[in-house]
């Protein structure tokens, strides 16, 4: 019984992939992008990929998420980056639809900034850590260690709701120019 739900639990998924690649403007954003015509779907870092035949790096790859009834299995990245482009964000990575409805973009990485910080980059990796990197595309570190918190200025995303990233965003921006702010008294 147990594999049997989790079997039926996949299959879901996969309905549930599809269907976000039918949205309007996907197959003909990707055939746009121009790495090949045949189509495939893979699991990376627990989540649906989907990548052109000849897209073999991470740039020609959607991450799709995967959603269940699970919460502490839920990846909503596309969901909550599109909730965070509403609310002032923009997204750094090229989207996969001209329609601006979809919640698409290429890439596995996903590079955005908040609009009244556009100094600050944060990042939203395909194993759903959000952090802040650098020019270089690296972690940026805390210099102070702070009792529970990661070294890096980053947190897990996965199983965590719109509303909850977006204040663990805030949280993580705040704390990072103020240690700045101490750094350059």
């Known amino acids: 019984m147990c594999v049997g739900r989790l079997i039926f639990t996949y299959e879901i998924e996969f309905i549930q992939a599809k269907e976000t690649l039918l949205q309007a403007g996907i197959i003909e954003g990707i055939l746009k992008y121009d790495v090949g015509n045949r189509l495939r779907f893979r699991w990376y870092h627990n989540s649906l990929c989907f990548y052109p035949e000849k897209g073999r790096i991470s740039e020609d790859r959607i991450g799709i998420d ?3 009834d699970n919460p502490g299995w839920d990846r909503n990245r596309n969901q909550t980056l599109k909730y965070l482009q509403s609310q002032s964000y923009i997204i750094d990575a090229t989207p996969v639809s001209d329609d601006e409805s979809v919640a698409l973009w290429w890439g596995n990485d996903i590079c955005f900034h908040r609009s009244d910080h556009p100094e600050i980059t944060l990042c939203w990796t395909s194993d759903y850590n959000l952090g802040i990197i650098n020019k270089e595309y690296q972690w940026i570190k805390r210099r102070v260690l702070v009792e529970g918190k990661n070294l890096n200025f980053m947190f897990g995303t996965v199983g965590k709701n719109e509303s909850i990233i977006e ?3 805030g949280t993580l921006i705040k704390e990072y120019l103020q ?7």
Do not use: L, T
């Open 66 to 68: 995967r959603v269940n």
């Open 167 to 169: 204040r663990e965003i």
């Open 179 to 185: 240690e700045q702010e101490n750094i350059n008294e």
